[in-house]
């Protein structure tokens, strides 16, 4: 039996080692640095940052109640949601309590302004068009949380800390976007609390945060096989700047 777990563990660590040599070996100090810099900036918790939340939310209500893929997909481009959240991956990889207590805080507030902002459409939007016994298509999706919803958060998850690490792959960002399903769901919960259905509310709101695990623990891995934690200098230099700025 011992040697059965040995064998096992071996094998797990001949993965990581592979992996490891594959995609993270000529990671630089200043790929570590820029990354950082990165997340903690595209993250920071400034006006315009909760206008776009705002904005992408308005773009997912209309599109799933309009039944409408392309106005949905123009509402996940423009979200930066998926930013706190690597920020909470990157805190818990550092151990950094100051990092996750900020980032979870704009997560938290990413939440209530999608939500509010979508609860103010939707009440606006929905003059019978929301039949909860027959969900239009792009409805049915984002009340889904099965197996799917799990495989797609942590390979989204996976590609988008990827392409923060490695800059040749930033240019696909883009499509990991889309392919993230944060602001939709929580558009779905508020039109779910706007025709008094909280089992719609419940499933959608359950999708979000099966989304927000999955990503957390992929970029938890490319985080650490990454070694983002040798650039604990980076994250203290960009929090001190953020309140500078934030201060002002």
């Known amino acids: 039996m011992k040697n059965k777990n040995k064998r096992k563990n071996l094998k797990r660590k001949g993965v990581t080692n592979k992996l490891e040599d594959h995609l993270f070996k000529d990671i630089t100090q ?51 949601m998926l930013s706190p959240i690597l920020a909470i991956a990157l805190g818990i990889e550092m151990s950094d ?29 929905n003059n019978g068009q929301v039949n909860v016994e027959h969900l239009n298509h792009e409805m049915s999706l984002r009340v889904e949380t ?32 889309i392919a993230v399903a944060l602001i939709p769901p929580l558009s779905m919960s508020a039109i779910g609390i706007s025709i008094l259905n909280f089992n ?20 938890l891995v490319v985080f650490s096989l990454a070694r983002l934690s040798d650039a604990k200098n980076e994250v203290d230099k960009e ?5 500078d700025l934030l201060d002002k």
């Open 30 to 80: 200043s790929d570590r640095n820029r990354a950082v810099e990165e997340i903690i900036e595209s993250s920071s918790p400034r006006k315009s940052f909760f206008v776009m939340i705002s904005v992408s939310a308005v773009l997912a209500t209309i599109g799933i109640i309009d039944n409408n893929a392309a106005v949905i997909i123009g509402g996940m481009l423009v979200a930066p």
């Open 97 to 125: 309590y100051r990092l996750i207590k900020r980032s979870f805080r704009v997560v938290l507030f990413s939440i209530f302004y999608t939500v509010s902002s979508a609860l103010v459409f939707a009440l606006l939007l």
């Open 146 to 177: 099965g197996l799917t919803t799990i495989l797609v958060a942590l390979v989204a998850g996976f590609g988008a800390s990827l392409a923060l690490v490695r800059s040749e792959l930033a240019k696909f960002m883009s499509g990991v976007a």
């Open 200 to 219: 719609i509310f419940y499933n959608a709101f359950a999708s979000f945060c099966i989304n927000l695990v999955g990503i957390i623990l992929a970029a």
């Open 239 to 243: 929090l001190a700047e953020e309140k």
